[in-house]
């Protein structure tokens, strides 16, 4: 099956994420997606990507997993 971007659906999701990492700005990855078990690991890193590429996020690799930090917003000048 073909998949589709759905900007709706990608904000959401990207949201969702943020909304989690303002409680929890350190997290790995796998508990990241234990917190959202409705939404598949594939739309997950997805959304991930989008927010690291915005900076909004950095994504490290651990031996076994991903670590997911919010980043602090910078002060435009």
């Known amino acids: 099956m073909a ?3 759905h900007p709706g659906l990608d ?5 969702q994420i943020l909304a989690i990492l303002r409680e ?3 997290l ?3 508990s990241l997606a234990d917190a959202v078990p409705e939404r598949r690991w594939r ?3 997805g ?3 989008r927010l690291r590429q915005r900076r909004q996020i950095e ?3 651990l031996p076994w997993d991903y670590e997911v930090v919010l980043r602090k917003p910078t002060a435009c000048h």
């Open 3 to 5: 998949t589709f971007d």
């Open 11 to 15: 904000m959401e999701i990207e949201s």
């Open 24 to 26: 929890h700005p350190k």
């Open 28 to 30: 790995t990855f796998t």
């Open 43 to 45: 739309e997950l890193f």
């Open 47 to 49: 959304a991930l990507n």
């Open 59 to 61: 994504l490290s690799a």
